[in-house]
């Protein structure tokens, strides 16, 4: 081998170790960030680790998005089991939502351009998972698992029980894919407006969502007495709420300046 034939040689060697360590390099991304409290886990994911549906969408985050918002989203959301005998049931349990919803928001209004959020949360059934992002000004739930069930197409039973699709409410409509054959509707994939037009039953009964009116009056300061010349029977509403309030705040699932300004906007319902 003479002095050329050495040179070339080292120099074809040294180009094909660049190039392995740089397809290495570039095939090894960051390990995802995850977050985990008690039921929940919460995962930032870039978008271009999913498939070609989701790549080719223009994403608007941050998702500026109240906890009252993320509250009534998740107690709107509905399914229904493809069995013979299947149900309509609500997505999420009222103890789930008081769980989750402001760890959500939270993540919501942090999320980067270019990031998905990923969440999972363990039920007394099975995981929960699915994915939520903003597309031209509506919030995306893609669901991918209901209490341990896979998303399917088909209604046949599997390894543990029907198959299941989401049930639209107000405000809220299936994802379209656009092919030749037509509009294909994804059942597991709603798209909804960030303000639904209607607030869930089960979120006004049990105190849990803000209630919006223009005639509502302005808050008053914190110091404000509470109520002591109501009848009997709403006394004991107002007491129920206001320690249903002290709750949220001693899970950590509101902070001091959430409970006051709910406590106002409840003394502001007992005159």
């Known amino acids: 081998m003479n002095h050329k034939t050495k040179i070339n040689y080292f120099s074809h060697a040294g180009f094909i170790c660049f190039f392995l360590c740089s397809t290495l390099f570039i095939g090894c991304s960051a390990p995802e960030k995850r977050f985990k409290k008690e039921r929940l886990t919460l995962v930032y994911r870039q978008q271009s680790s999913f498939d ?3 790549k080719k969408l223009r994403l608007e985050h941050p998702i500026k998005i109240s906890a009252e918002q993320t509250t009534n989203h998740l107690l709107s959301l509905h399914y229904e089991e493809l069995s013979l005998l299947g149900k309509k049931k609500y997505i999420f349990s009222s103890n789930d939502v008081l769980e989750i919803a402001s760890l959500i928001t939270k993540a919501l209004n942090r999320i980067k351009p270019n990031k998905i959020l990923h969440y999972e949360i363990e039920t007394s059934s099975g995981k929960t998972k699915g994915t939520i992002f903003r ?13 341990g069930i896979n998303f399917s197409n088909t209604g046949f039973s599997g390894f543990k029980g029907s198959s299941w699709q989401l049930l639209p409410k107000n405000g809220q409509l299936f994802h379209k894919e656009h092919t030749v054959l037509g509009n294909d509707q994804k059942k597991n994939w709603i798209i909804a407006n960030l ?6 039953k089960r979120g006004l009964n049990l105190g849990l ?6 005639k509502s009056p302005a808050p008053q300061s914190p110091k404000q007495k509470l109520p002591t010349n109501l ?3 709403e006394k004991g509403e107002f007491e129920k709420r206001l320690q249903f309030l002290k709750s949220l705040r001693d899970k950590k699932l509101i902070d001091d300046d959430e409970y006051k300004n709910k406590k106002i906007e409840l003394l502001s319902q007992f005159p």
């Open 231 to 233: 009848p009997i029977s």
């Open 209 to 214: 969502l803000k209630k919006i009116s223009k």
């Open 52 to 54: 070609a549906e989701i």
């Open 195 to 200: 303000d639904l037009p209607v607030q869930s």
């Open 135 to 147: 597309v031209k000004r509506n919030i995306n739930w893609r669901f991918e698992t209901i209490n």
